[in-house]
C-alpha cells in the first residue's frame, strides 16, 4: 500500500518545463548564498568509500549500504550514506584554517529507506563543513549558525519567486528553539514525529535540539550515529509545510564530536568496536580539527520552495507501483 499523502486540491505551480528551470534556479542561488555566508569552499568528494575504514555514515545503524567489490585493489567499497566523517578528515588533509571550512554535493543511495512524499532511496545533499573557530564549540554558536541557515533558504526563496511568479510559497525567518526534551515534556502523550507537527504548526520554523541520546522517557526522539554529532550540540532544521500540512526537516546539522563525547557516546552506543578504526582513532586521539557541519537537503529545499506535495516531483528515482499509480491519478508528475 502507497505511503503517498494527495493534498486535497493540490495542483503543481509550476509545469514541468518550468519546475527544472526553477531547480536550476535554486540550487545555483543557494550554494552561492550558502557558501558566502558561512565562509566555505567547493570541493569534490566521493560516491563511495572503503569498508571497514569508519569512514561510511551508519546513521541508525541498522542500514545496509550499497557495496562492491573492487577487481583491482580487491577491496570492498560502499556508496556512502552521507559524508559526514569524510568532511572531517578532508578539512585536515587539506588543511583548512578554523573559521573556514567546505561544501560539496552528496549523493547517496539508501536501499532501506521508507518511500513516502518525503523520502526516497536516493538522496542528495549540500554537505558542508567548517572548522571551528578558538572558543565556539558552543550552543550560542551552533544557533547563530542555524539563524544564518535559515535566512539564506529565506533569501533564495525570495529571489525564485522573483524569476517564477506562479510560486507563492510562505516560510519564517524566525527560528525558534526547542529541544527534544522540551517536547517530550509538552507532548508526553505523542510519538516524536507527532511532537514535531504539533510544534511546528504552531511556530512554523524550528531548530529541534539534542538528537541522539534517551529522553527521560527511555526512549530516542530519534537516532543518530555516536561517532560524528555530539547529542547535545546538534539538531534538525525544520519548517512547516503548508502543502503537506506537518513539520518538513531540511538540514540534519550539530557540532561534531571531541574526544570526550566520541568516547561517552561510543559507550552509550554499545559501539566500542568502532575504537580501532582510522578515523575514530584521529578523534579520540585529537588529531581531527574540532568542526561543525550537515547535510542540507537538495530535493528537500525545492520540494519546499517550489510547493510540491511529493519529493518525486524535484528528483529521478524509483518508486513502488502504488506510489507511480496514486500519483498519476492525482496528475501528479514524478521525474
Known amino acids: 500500500m502507497s505511503k ?36 566555505l569552499t567547493r ?22 549500504p550499497v557495496s562492491f ?7 570492498e567499497a560502499q556508496v556512502v550514506h552521507s559524508l559526514a566523517k569524510w568532511k572531517r578528515l578532508a578539512l585536515y588533509q587539506y588543511g583548512f584554517q578554523p573559521g573556514t571550512g567546505l561544501y560539496t554535493d552528496m549523493n547517496a543511495i ?8 518525503l523520502h526516497s532511496i536516493y538522496v542528495d545533499q549540500w ?18 549558525t542555524v539563524q544564518t541557515i535559515v535566512k539564506t533558504v529565506c533569501e533564495t526563496l525570495e529571489e525564485v519567486k522573483k524569476k517564477f511568479p506562479s510560486i507563492t510559497t510562505t516560510i519564517s525567518p524566525e527560528v525558534n528553539f526547542v529541544t527534544t526534551q522540551e517536547l517530550e515534556d509538552m507532548y508526553p502523550d505523542c510519538t516524536p514525529k507527532e511532537r514535531e507537527n504539533k510544534y511546528l504548526k504552531d511556530h512554523r520554523t524550528a531548530f529541534i535540539m539534542q538528537i541522539g541520546g534517551k529522553l527521560k522517557s527511555g526512549i530516542r526522539h530519534d537516532g543518530r550515529a555516536p561517532d560524528y554529532d555530539d547529542w547535545k550540540l546538534n539538531g534538525d532544521i525544520v519548517f512547516w509545510s503548508d502543502v503537506l500540512g506537518c513539520a518538513f526537516e531540511v538540514s540534519s546539522m550539530g557540532i561534531r564530536v571531541d574526544q570526550k563525547s566520541m568516547d561517552s557516546q561510543l559507550r552509550e ?36 520552495l517550489l510547493g510540491k506535495a511529493h519529493i518525486g516531483e524535484v528528483q529521478c528515482s524509483i518508486w513502488d507501483k502504488d506510489t507511480v499509480e496514486s500519483c498519476k491519478k492525482a496528475s501528479i508528475p514524478l521525474l
Not at 567489490?69 to 577491496?75: A, G, L, N, Y
Not at 539508501?110 to 512524499?117: G, L, V
Open 110 to 117: 539508501r536501499r532501506d529507506e521508507e518511500m513516502d512524499n
Open 4 to 39: 503517498t499523502v494527495i493534498p486535497q486540491g493540490y495542483k503543481p505551480a509550476t509545469d514541468l518545463y518550468e519546475t527544472q528551470r526553477a531547480i536550476s534556479a535554486i540550487k545555483d542561488i543557494f550554494q552561492k548564498k550558502l557558501s558566502d555566508a558561512l565562509n
Open 269 to 304: 552506543a554499545d559501539c566500542d568496536d568502532r575504537r580501532s578504526c582510522k578515523f575514530h582513532k584521529m578523534v579520540l586521539d585529537g588529531t581531527l580539527p574540532l568542526t561543525m557541519g550537515g547535510g542540507i537537503g537538495q530535493s528537500r529545499i525545492c520540494m519546499l
Open 127 to 144: 554537505d558542508w563543513e567548517k572548522i571551528l573557530p578558538a572558543g565556539k564549540r558552543t550552543e550560542t554558536y551552533l544557533k547563530e
Open 69 to 75: 567489490d573492487i577487481m583491482e585493489t580487491k577491496s
Open 43 to 64: 570541493v569534490s568528494a566521493p560516491l563511495f568509500v572503503e569498508a571497514g575504514t569508519g569512514v561510511n555514515d551508519d546513521l541508525n545503524g541498522v542500514e545496509r
